[in-house]
Each structure stands twice: as structure tokens, then as C-alpha cells.
């Protein structure tokens, strides 16, 4: 081999290592096919349906099963309710859950299709155990009892249009507490999540004393997942979602997912 084509063939060499080295840098610039678009969800402590502390809840498994349909990560964020609010506002995260519709928040927010559906009774307490019945057609009947409530929710400008007298709280738990005092009459809130705080904070013997009045605040409503109206792409997210949620429900995971977490709801 001459001196002139050893030369050649080192130069041809070096080029194709130098394109090959391009080649898998450029590789590792380009996006990965098939990775998961990262979608933040920020809520608060709500069990049963979703547990700040525990390592698996119906929620987060739910939406599992959605991100999987959608090819989407959902990455969920614990704060207070209202700064969830603020966060999807600030677009900081796509969406917060689980929340109830109402006017003023439709002026601000998307609402998913409903994640489930589920009625919010007014709870009472009796310290002797008897169930007295308590009967309303208009919230306005309600004013001669004192109110508990969550600062924020969606009964909240109900409350303050019927003239109420509303004590607000930061949690269930706290309603819950002022209810077993005798601070406050009355506290509504979802059937489910009612009784189980009632059953985590109270003996059963106490736990027994509480019980709901026959008219609903809400009778069979939805809760759904609350979305920013501003997020990029939010209409087309809202719209996979709402698909991937559809197919989750048909294809018995949301039953499924249901049992393992024993809960009963409507879908």
C-alpha cells in the first residue's frame, strides 16, 4: 500500500468517526420517541379518594390509567385548595381536582367530564343520639342554624345570597370537630368523605351520634378535574382527557380501581 493511499484511507476514516459522533450527539438533542408529556395536577387532602400520605389512592391511580390511554405523565402536587386555584390560574399547573361546578368558576376555569358522581348531604350531630329531623325547601329556611363550611367552596356564595350564618374552616376535619362541640349545626359535604373523616376522628361510639338531614345540598352531582383556560393547548388536552376517561370507564378499569379501593360511586 503506498504512502499516499494510507493517508487516503486515514482521512476517510477519521470523517466517518467525526459524522458518526455528530450523528448520536444530534440523536440525544431530538425528543425521545414515545416519552411522556408531564402534566401537573395539584390538590389537596381528600380521602377517600385521594390521600396525601398514603402511597396508593383511587385519584392518582385513576389518572394513571388516563395518562396511560393518553400517553401523559401526571405529576400531582399537594397545597391548600385555594393556592391550587391560584396555581392553575398562574398556569403553573394544568388543573386541579376534585372540584364542583358552579357560575363563578366556569367564568374562570374548563371543567373535565365528570370523574364521579356523588351527593353532598348537610351532617348533624347529637350528643344523646337521637336524628332530629331537620327540614328545608330554600337555603333561607336554613337561617336559624349555624353553618360550617370551607372558605372557597363552591356553596359559598349560595350561603352568603340566602343571608346564612356561616362559620368557615380550613378542612372537613375541623367542621367536622366544631360540629362534635356544638360551634356550628351543620356542615355538608360528600357523602363518602364525610363518613370517613367522621370514622378517622371520632370512637365509634361517638361516630354513631352524627347523621345526615333527608335534603341534599347537592343531590347526585359530579366532581370533576378544573383546568386553566389559558393553558397551552388546553382545549385539546381537555378534549384527549375526556376521551381517555370514556375508555376507562368502559373498559371496567374504573370499576376495577374502584373496588380495590372500596369505594362506591356513581360514574
Known sequence: MTFFRKVWLTAVFVLLAQIQTQTHA?????????????????????PPYIHATARESFLPDLFKAIGDEMDVRFEFEFKPWKRGEQDVENL???GTLPYRRSEER??????????????????????????????????????????GGIQGYYYQPWFNDAGL????????????????MGRIDLF????????HVIRNLFPPEEAEKFYTIEKPLLPGAGLFLMTSKDYPNGDELLERFNAAL????????????MNRHGLTVNY
Not at 350564618?165 to 362534635?180: D, I, K, P, T
Open 92 to 94: 403553573e399547573a394544568w
Open 106 to 147: 366556569e367564568r374562570k376555569f374548563n371543567f373535565s367530564d365528570a370523574l364521579y358522581i356523588e351527593d353532598s348531604p348537610f351532617f348533624a350531630y347529637n350528643a344523646q343520639g337521637a336524628r332530629p329531623a331537620i327540614h328545608y325547601d330554600e337555603l333561607t329556611d336554613l337561617k336559624p342554624y349555624r353553618l
Open 165 to 180: 350564618n356561616v362559620e368557615y374552616a380550613l378542612s372537613e376535619e375541623q367542621n367536622f370537630r366544631m360540629l362534635h
Open 26 to 46: 444530534k440523536a440525544h438533542e431530538l425528543p425521545q420517541a414515545g416519552a411522556h408529556e408531564t402534566l401537573v395536577i395539584v390538590t389537596n387532602d381528600y
Open 246 to 257: 370514556a375508555i376507562v370507564k368502559q373498559n371496567g378499569t374504573f370499576e376495577s380501581l
Open 188 to 195: 355538608s359535604t360528600a357523602r363518602s368523605v364525610g363518613w
